[in-house]
């Protein structure tokens, strides 16, 4: 039996280092908080999308998150800037 090596390089700065937020395992997407996690799941929970229950629970795709306001964030997860600027202001006063 041979023992494989695996060689980590950590980054020299610890804000280099991404880890996901709200990470969705169907679709691979990562978004800034649960509430946008929750705003791309979409459809019944009883049952998966397929094309016999169109009704059923799927992932919203990028044309459909860009419609409902969301933009990538520069992390590249999914977010609201309107919500987050109205956010910044409300701290502001």
Avoid: K
Wanted: net charge negative; glycine share 8%.
């Amino acid at each position: 039996m041979t023992t494989a090596t695996i060689e980590t390089t950590l980054p020299s700065e610890p804000s280099q280092e991404w880890r996901p937020r709200a990470f969705c395992r169907s679709c691979g997407e990562d978004f800034n908080g649960d509430r946008y996690f929750d705003l791309h799941r979409v459809g019944a929970h009883e049952y998966e999308w397929s094309p016999e229950h169109e009704d059923g629970r799927r992932c919203l795709d990028e044309s459909e998150l860009r419609a409902r306001g969301l933009r990538r964030n520069a992390e590249g997860r999914w977010h609201d800037p309107e919500s987050a600027e109205r956010l910044r202001g409300a701290h502001r006063r």
